[in-house]
Nanobody, 117 residues
Framework: QVQLVESGGGLVQPGGSLRLSCAAS????????MRWYRQAPGKQRELVAS???????NYVASVSGRFTISRDTAKNTVYLQMNRLQPEDTAVYYC???????????WGQGTQVTVSS
């Protein structure tokens, strides 16, 4: 029943930056991991970045060094800072709350990121 509200998507030029936000309905410290996924048209959804309740982060190789996942526990919010964006980053980006209990896992509604000149 964790509710996630995403924001921050939009249209940017190659080389530009964008920051996505995901606000959760409960303390993200009670969620095992907050994750960002993305899905491009005709392609499978892929895990982009994650941050565990302990603050450990992981990234898919294609965004390593360009994207940063972070959190503000006081605001129950996770962020994805995306720098040096490329057209290949164009996708719908989804926030996901991962929990050990499967019934508590949830997805945000998705936010479109388009990188184009």
């Amino acid at each position: 029943q964790v509710q996630l509200v995403e924001s921050g998507g939009g249209l940017v030029q190659p080389g530009g930056s964008l920051r996505l936000s995901c606000a959760a309905s409960e303390s993200i410290l009670n969620i095992n991991a907050m994750r960002w996924y993305r899905q491009a048209p005709g392609k499978q959804r892929e895990l982009v970045a994650s941050i565990s309740s302990g603050g450990l982060t992981n990234y898919v190789a294609s965004v390593s060094g360009r994207f940063t996942i972070s959190r503000d526990t006081a605001k129950n919010t996770v962020y994805l800072q995306m720098n040096r964006l490329q057209p290949e980053d164009t996708a719908v980006y989804y926030c996901h709350a991962f929990t050990i209990l499967a019934s508590r896992r949830s997805w945000g509604q998705g936010t479109q990121v388009t990188v184009s000149s």
